[in-house]
């Protein structure tokens, strides 16, 4: 499984729809956040989403890791992407450049930066998707959870995950 380094608003998706469960059938112990995504984390639960303390927890099981950025070259291109990106998207594209990770975001502008780097991309419906392909959820219990999703303020390309399989 490659490694992936998730941005913020992936993880808060699965969390507060409770279905990190899918992060970690996928990921566990090849999944990685940064220090300043779990700062944008931290902010959410302060600001009454309890459920991102789930992404909390995973990191105490330890199958997903919280890692900081090193050396020059990371340190380098984080400061160029903050320009025109969020510290937590911009630490997540760095390490996933240099270290070789897939960049799991949903933001359409990080995206496009991490393109332009040749960055390996997925994102929230990629994951779902995958998800139902492997049989680890049904169809239907994708479009329940991509509806709480929905309903906490994600904003989906689609409105069922049925329609893309």
Known sequence: MPEVIFDCCVLSNFALSDSLHIIKKFYANSSYVTILVMAE?????LSGYNKLAGVNETIKEGWLKE??????KEKA???TLSVSLGFGEASSI???KTRGYVFAC???????????LDVKLTGTIGIIKKAVKK???SSQEA????NQMIASGFYSPVSSIKNLL
């Open 135 to 137: 049989k680890v959820i």
């Open 143 to 146: 479009d329940v959870i991509l």
């Open 67 to 72: 890692i900081a950025l090193k050396g020059e």
């Open 94 to 96: 760095a390490i996933a």
């Open 41 to 45: 984390n931290l902010r959410g639960i």
């Open 106 to 116: 949903d933001d359409r502008t990080a995206r496009r930066e991490a393109d332009l």
């Open 77 to 79: 291109l984080f400061e």
